[in-house]
């Protein structure tokens, strides 16, 4: 099974395990784990410097299924162990896998202190609006009125924008990928990857046992068109069936304009990642409605900032440390400052 | 003038929390140990930091017990009470010994500070003769610091924080002592501000010839040097302790030491301490709360370091459910729980054993761990560097509890040559051994398993808290492989027992007529009690475990040649539960939980009652 040495001759198939995938038939986390094994081999790490870790929930299995290091750990703790992992050896290549619940629920805390710290990690969030694990309850990204296993009624509380949240916590890279989309998904993990800093990526994920369809209409064929759109650094927003829709900023306020009826593509908004208040605007076409006219929901990069890792700055701080004090003597420290002597 | 040359002598210096007491009890420490006495501390100081000036809650207290005999506890009584105002006085009067020395500042105990420290009708205790069975020296403090420093042209607000020096000139000079060791530090510490270090040598000056001077003061005292064994000496609080004991156990593994923690008195100072030794190559990280403390110092630990972190009794509380991930997944980890008053925040500034039950028991399912328990502050290197050498060899996490008291008293040390120390040898494996499929939870003869660190080709694994297969360490429901793994755990946490040195007895022996069994901070009482008691005819012995699960092999030997054993313990009888459980004996406890150590006096008295009743 060993036989790869050099990075670049890996396939897909040197990161299965020997453990059998036990997550429901139809579940959008096969599409996601499928994907990264792809991206895997083309991003030039040793399989043995790359490690995954996960909370608590279905996605969270993840690390058994892939042959590298990884540690399927506590429910919400993923990121926290893995900014301990990767502060103690930088060198390693560290994906976290959460869920909405693990990541924003109970994990809430620890991932926005990830984000501001900006270790240089890659967060891999399946959200698929429920608790998938525990069979079934609303997640803090259900839209308000869920009726979940929890909620017969429907559900209270007015849910997380995963995407606004991660850029509110200084998270210098922020995506939205789907698990239907495995061209689009596998770019936008490897340019998570390429990216020094903390990654955040949010996959939609279908979990079709608990919550079927909650993406439909960013999935199927014959609806996505009208309310998907791809960003592309560069590229105008443009949308709906025949690109025949664009969105244009009126001030700070996102229109929608037709096409057909004289409006060029140039009129459009160009998608530049770099712009944080554009990309706030961004996170914010998220009202979801069927209405004609309602704003599309954004696909790809969103924000990418370069800014020091944490680990970087630890490692410098340790350097400096060195340089002026020189490489601390055992003996020295033993001894302190104030010795004496007992004749 | 009336010198006495006692064995031993306790001072007590108390103020505002604002007036420098912490640092003058310090001074006051080192110099007498430097000129060869043995030393015992115990700071104590008010939950708020700077809480309002001359209140009866805002004292903040340094106590020292000097000897020319060895010294085991910071005293019960003491001999000299300095007292910066009326509060200070008010709050510590009780615990003078009739005829001692007070050495009050008189600006403080003016109507406001009377007020403040409730003595009725602002009646002030210098002048009512209220204190005529005591040697009385009062005078102002504030007046005189500010004659000697007069001409600088400081202002009023730095000249008054100069006082303390004055007070710590005044006290060198009762007790015989050299000023040229707090000069030096002055020195040092104000060098960038070389006006300021000039303005308190000035001062500390003026408190020593103004004692030498001033013909009043009748009471001096002359401690000779004790009989300290051979050898190089310095001062250390128990937490300075295990601190260094961490740095050398990583430095002795050769491995990165890794320390996350979330502030939390009186655990903070290990962070402090520790984040000053980056050129060690330690990596400290203040984590967003106390769960991930722990959860990235598991990380560190998968990575291949030590991982350690510490707290107190609510931050514990947190590091709960990752503790049982830890010792599942078998890796080393270091926790030290610097034990406060509980529960909830409880008293965070006071002293308690409390946590025991907590340390040993909570955590959800099967999962036992080492719980060692140092006894003093210089304790706290030999058993933290112990714990280290357990956890990294024997690939489990491990509990320390120390507690408030240990945490901040110091004492003279006689620290040991990194040479001297064991060498420590985790299970890392360096390549990969066979085509055979790694096996991570495979177990050599003290079940202990291998430790991959990601970075190795060829050992890639997975681990995680589900249920583990035997040797494959695959995700298993299997119900025996369960039960097996269970005792699996057990007993390899079991046979650290194997490793750990036999217990001993500190006083006494088996032919005793009582034993005490100590653990944790009340050893000094428990010694200076039975030494004591020695002096009057009684023949009583001392066991102070150092490791609480497991307990050392032969303990249960011990315990059989005694029919009176009793257990004191500054909890509502944690340990007594646990010995009697396991070795159906009928031992009786004795507790305190006030939030401050037994005295002497109480262990003796505990004792006696004991042999008069049986
Ligand atoms: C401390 C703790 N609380 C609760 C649970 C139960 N639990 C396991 S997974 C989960 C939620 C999972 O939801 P999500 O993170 O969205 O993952 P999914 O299963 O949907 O992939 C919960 C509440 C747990 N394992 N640990
Ligand atoms: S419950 Fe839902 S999320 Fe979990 S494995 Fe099944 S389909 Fe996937």
């Known amino acids: ?343 | 003038m009336k010198a006495t040359s006692p064995n031993e002598a306790v001072i007590f210096f108390a103020g505002d929390s604002g007036d420098g007491i912490q640092l003058t009890g310090g001074q006051f420490s080192e110099t007498v140990e430097i000129f060869g006495n043995d030393i015992s501390t115990f700071p104590n100081f008010p939950a708020e930091i700077r809480a309002p000036k001359g209140t009866l809650f805002g004292v903040s207290g340094f106590q020292l017990k000097l000897g020319s005999v060895k010294v085991f506890t910071p005293g019960d009584q003491y001999d000299v009470l300095v007292a910066m105002n009326a509060a200070a006085l008010k709050t510590n009067l009780h615990q003078l010994k009739k005829g001692g020395v007070i050495i009050a500042n008189t600006s403080g105990f003016d109507k406001k500070n009377l007020t403040l420290a409730k003595y009725e009708n602002g009646t002030n205790p210098l002048e009512d003769h209220s204190l005529d069975n005591y040697d009385v020296h009062d005078f102002d403090v504030t007046k005189m610091t500010q004659d000697a420093l007069v001409d600088t042209g400081m202002d009023r607000k730095e000249i008054e924080r100069c006082k303390n020096m004055f007070v710590l000139g005044f006290v060198y000079w009762m007790f015989n002592q050299d000023l040229k060791y707090t000069i030096n530090f002055l020195t040092d510490k104000f060098k960038s501000k070389p006006e300021l270090a000039d303005a308190n040598i000035k001062v500390l000056k003026a408190g020593h010839n103004f004692a030498d001077t001033s013909e009043t003061f009748t009471s001096r005292f002359s401690i000779k040097p004790a009989q300290l064994p051979k050898g190089h000496y310095r001062n250390v609080n128990g937490n300075q302790a295990v601190a260094l004991a961490l740095v050398a156990a990583s430095k002795k593994s050769g491995l990165g030491l890794f320390y996350g923690s979330y502030p939390i008195t009186p655990a903070s100072n290990i962070l402090h301490q520790l984040s000053r030794y980056k050129n060690y190559g330690v990596k400290t990280y203040q984590a967003e709360d106390e769960i991930a403390a722990i959860c990235s110092a598991i990380g560190a630990s998968f990575a291949g370091n030590l991982g350690a972190t510490a707290s107190s009794g609510p931050g514990i509380a947190l590091k709960g459910e990752a503790m049982g991930l830890a010792m599942i997944l078998e890796l080393p980890l270091v926790i030290v729980n610097v034990q406060r008053g509980g529960p909830s925040t409880g008293l965070p500034t006071k002293t308690e054993q409390a946590d025991l039950l907590q340390a040993l028991y909570g955590r959800n399912g099967e999962a036992p761990l080492p719980v060692f328990a140092p006894a003093t502050p210089k304790d706290c290197f030999k058993i933290t560097f112990m714990a280290c050498k357990i956890a990294l060899e024997h690939m489990t996490p491990v509990m320390i509890l120390t507690d408030g008291y240990i945490a901040n008293g110091s004492e003279p040390w006689q620290y040991p040559e990194s040479k001297d120390l064991a060498e420590i040898k985790p299970p890392l494996i360096k390549e990969r051994q066979s085509d055979d499929h790694f096996l991570p939870y495979q177990r050599d003869k003290n079940l202990v398993r291998k430790w991959a660190i990601p970075g190795i080709a060829g050992l890639e694994h997975r681990i995680g808290g589900l249920e583990k297969e035997i040797d494959t360490g695959n995700v298993s429901y299997d119900p025996d492989n369960h039960e097996q793994m269970i005792k699996i755990r057990a007993e390899k946490v079991e046979k650290v027992a194997e490793v750990f040195p036999d217990q001993t007895y500190e006083q006494g022996s088996e032919k005793s007529k009582l034993l005490v069994i100590g653990w944790g901070s009340t050893y000094g009482a428990i010694e200076s009690a039975i030494i004591s008691l020695k002096e009057d005819g009684h023949d009583i012995a001392h066991v102070h475990l150092r490791m609480i699960h497991p307990l050392p092999s032969n303990l249960g030997e011990i315990l059989r040649h005694f029919e009176q054993i009793i257990v004191p313990e500054m909890n509502n009888g944690q340990l007594v539960m646990v010995l009697r459980n396991k070795f159906l004996l009928p031992i009786k406890s004795v507790t305190k939980i006030k939030g401050v150590p037994f005295t002497v006096q109480e262990i003796k008295e505990a004792i006696l009652n004991q042999l008069r009743h049986g």
């Open chain 1, 1 to 343: 099974m060993d036989k790869v040495a050099d990075p670049k001759s890996y396939t897909a198939k040197d990161f299965a395990s020997d453990q059998e995938v036990r997550w429901c038939p139809g579940c959008g986390d096969y599409s996601i784990l499928n994907q990264v094994k792809k991206i895997l081999p083309e991003i030039g790490v040793a399989r043995e410097n790359i490690v995954f870790i996960s909370g608590i929930g279905c996605s969270s299995r993840f690390p058994y299924y892939t042959e590298t290091y990884g540690m399927h750990s506590i429910h919400g703790r993923a990121t926290a162990i893995a900014s301990g992992l990767k502060a103690a050896n930088p060198k390693l290549d560290v994906w976290i896998i959460t869920g909405d619940g693990d990541a924003l629920s109970i994990g809430g805390n620890h991932l926005i202190h990830l984000l501001r710290r900006n270790f240089n990690v890659n967060i891999l969030l399946f959200n698929n609006e429920i608790y998938g694990l525990t069979k079934g309850q609303y997640s803090p990204t259900s839209p308000i009125g869920k009726i979940s296993a929890s909620t017969p009624q429907g559900s209270l509380d007015y849910p997380f924008n995963p995407l606004m949240l991660a850029l509110g916590a200084e998270g210098t890279f922020v995506a939205r990928s789907i698990d239907t989309n495995p061209t689009h998904l596998r770019e936008t993990l490897l340019q998570a990857h390429n990216h020094h800093g903390a990654s955040f990526v949010e996959i939609y994920q279908n979990c079709n046992v608990f919550n079927d369809g909650c993406f439909a209409p960013f999935s199927d064929k014959g609806i996505k068109e009208d309310h998907v759109v791809m960003l592309e650094e560069g590229k105008p927003l443009v949308f709906g069936a025949d690109l025949n829709k664009g969105v244009t900023l009126d001030g700070f306020k996102p229109k929608i304009i037709e096409l057909s009826n004289g409006h060029t593509p140039e009129e459009c908004w160009i998608h530049d990642p770099t712009d944080r208040i554009k990309a706030t605007i961004l996170t914010q076409f998220f009202e979801y409605s069927a209405e004609p006219g309602a704003l599309p929901r954004p696909f790809g990069l969103f924000y990418q900032e370069e800014r020091y890792s944490y680990e970087d700055h630890m490692e410098d701080q340790l350097k400096q440390a060195d340089d002026k004090n020189g490489a601390g003597d055992l003996d020295a420290l033993l001894s302190g400052p104030n010795p004496w002597q007992v004749a």
